[in-house]
């Protein structure tokens, strides 16, 4: 089959190029036209052979190798013009002749023959035999194209993720490469980040089929496949696969440590000592907005649990009869304002706070132990919680921000069997336990009744197996460990003290480990102020007073770890 130049030819199915030609020979040559002339790319140089077609003149082209071919173009010199008859044969290695196709038609002067080779056998000689002819044979250019293979490239994924912290993908990428049948190639990378060893360097080739690359770094690479075995054989495909260096984790929320009931009227002083020693303010400010505005614009405070005690929950008169009620407008509180209902209470506290010392109110807690609190419902509790939202759509609706709803209970609502629900849990963003094993026991022991503990002085065992149990009754929230921060005076010794920093440690190094541990609170209101409460004719004693041999309780907690001192805190 015969086509002009003009045919369109597929860049994927043939070379863009001619066969570079290692040797031309010709059965005669007139003087000075030989035949180098038909192979040196110059359309104005011939080879002509000085006879006519009758004496069956040829042409010979050396390719150097065995190649399968795909065409042969002929530029014709000739006139006059006319009939032409030409038989293209090629021959291998051994000189086993291979029909590549004929020509005979109308040919002139400057005609482009486009001879298309259908027999695929590779050849390593092209003859161009021309057995009729008008005029001398001659050619101006004779060009020979190869079959160059269809080849497949493909990679999964092709964006692969470099953890931040890493030099490669965490995931490996598939290569995986195809050729036309008998023949050869192979994958190379043509660009790869700066630095890396690979660049140049094949991977694989297509007799394997595929294979898992582990190294790609971040950056872009680019894989090419190739015919042969050479970097610089035919490409036949390429693709690029790029690494993406994931985004570093956001840091962990700085986790919280604080006190009970470390700002309240009467012992206000106490907020210095707290601060040396946390991160997290227990305030209790009942309705005094002054005292709760000065700690909130204080720089050194910054985040605050506020005790809901008098505010959503408190002493009321019901008819004739004083007692702890949710205030919901059926009693009239007995603190001043007297307003009658949870909500306005909750709203008249925190209506003088500004945007940024409304946020720092990281929770409110409404009640304590709501499970063994006579008249306290799930419906009070959910209500509640309903009082925060609708405050902050009130009043700070600019912040975004609604305070955690937080539950403290008895350990008592923890059983370790059996399946109930502890009061209110529904509505609790934040939800623990107390349990305070040690000081609440004698001098050289602990009541076996507290918690449930029978041998464990400082209460570890028992408070985290009891902890693991809240989370399964609770699940779904987050939570904050409750630890002991206070000695009475007939405890005040070096086990007991013991006892207290093992307590602490414990229980922080417990929620540094667990995610859904926001932090630990200590259960210090009494050891605040050692003259504030005396029991059974004892001062209660907390971290700023338990020091001396021979353990010193505050340098442990200064000591015991991160973001527990002032000025290492966030």
Not at 154 to 183: D, E, M
Not at 413 to 423: D, E, H, N, R, Y
Not at 449 to 460: E, K, R, V, W, Y
Request: charged share 15%; glycine share 10%.
């Amino acid at each position: 089959m015969i086509c002009l130049l003009v045919c369109l030819l597929s860049t994927a199915a043939r070379a863009d190029s001619p066969l570079p030609v290692y040797g031309v020979a010709a059965s005669s040559s007139y003087p000075g036209y030989a035949p180098q002339n038909a192979v040196d790319g110059n359309p104005s140089t011939m080879w002509n052979a000085g006879t006519t077609g009758t004496a069956q003149p040829f042409l010979q082209l050396d390719l150097g190798s065995e190649i399968s071919l795909s065409r042969l173009e002929l530029v014709v010199s000739q006139y006059p013009s006319g009939a032409t008859t030409h038989q293209l044969v090629g021959y291998t290695n051994s000189w086993v002749a291979v029909n590549l196709g004929s020509f005979s038609g109308y040919t002139y002067e400057g005609l482009t023959l486009v001879v298309n080779v259908t027999n695929p056998t590779p050849v390593r000689w092209v003859r161009i035999v021309t057995t009729y002819d008008p005029s001398w044979v001659a050619w101006f250019e004779v060009r020979a194209y190869r079959n160059v293979p269809v080849g497949s490239l493909s990679a999964s994924p092709t964006q692969c993720a470099v953890p931040y912290n890493g030099t490669f993908c965490s995931s490996q990428v598939l290569l995986q490469a195809g050729i036309s049948a008998g023949a050869y190639g192979r994958v190379w990378v043509a660009e790869a980040p700066a630095g890396a060893p690979e660049l140049g360097g094949w991977v694989f080739d297509t007799a394997l089929g595929s294979t898992y690359v582990g190294w790609i770094r971040e950056g872009r690479y680019r894989f090419d496949l190739r015919e042969g075995a050479t970097s610089s054989g035919q490409l036949l495909q390429s693709i690029y696969v790029t690494g993406v260096r994931a985004a570093p984790p956001p840091p962990p929320a700085p986790k919280l440590f604080g006190y009970f009931g470390t700002w309240q009227p009467g012992f206000v002083d106490s907020i210095n000592d707290t601060l040396d020693h946390t991160n997290f303010v227990w305030a209790s400010p009942f309705l005094d907005r002054t005292s709760l505005k000065a700690m909130l614009g204080r720089s050194d405070v910054s985040k605050v649990m506020l005790d809901g005690f008098g505010i959503l929950y408190g002493s009321a008169t019901c008819g004739a009869t004083t007692k702890l009620v949710y205030f919901d407008g059926s009693c009239t509180p007995t603190d001043q304002p007297q307003l009658p209902t949870a909500s306005q209470r909750y709203q008249y506290l925190i209506s003088q706070l500004s945007p940024s010392e409304y946020r720092k109110i990281a929770a409110v807690f409404p009640i304590d132990e709501p499970d063994i609190q006579a008249g306290v419902t799930d419906a009070n509790l959910a209500a509640a919680k309903q009082v925060l939202v609708q405050a902050a759509s009130a009043l700070f609706p600019s912040t975004g921000h609604t305070p955690a709803f937080a539950l403290l209970y008895s350990w008592v609502a923890v059983p370790m069997t059996g399946q109930v629900t502890p009061k209110g849990a529904g509505a609790a963003d934040w939800v623990a336990f107390n349990c305070y094993p040690v000081s609440y026991g004698s001098a050289t022991s602990v009541s076996p009744s507290l918690c449930g503990i029978a041998s464990d002085p400082a209460g570890i065992g028992t408070i985290l197996n009891r902890f693991e149990r809240l989370k399964a009754l609770v699940p779904n929230k987050k939570y904050f460990l409750v630890a002991e921060t206070a000695l009475k005076t007939s405890t005040d010794n070096a086990q007991g003290r013991s006892w207290l920093a093992t307590n602490l440690t414990s229980l922080r190094q417990a929620a540094l480990a667990d995610p859904s541990v926001l932090g630990v609170i200590g259960f210090n209101w009494r050891g605040l102020d050692p003259a504030y409460d005396v029991s059974q004719g004892e001062v209660w004693k907390g971290p700023a007073l338990l020091q001396g041999a021979p353990l010193d309780f505050k340098a442990k907690v200064i000591q015991e770890g991160k973001c527990i001192t002032r000025g290492q805190c966030p």
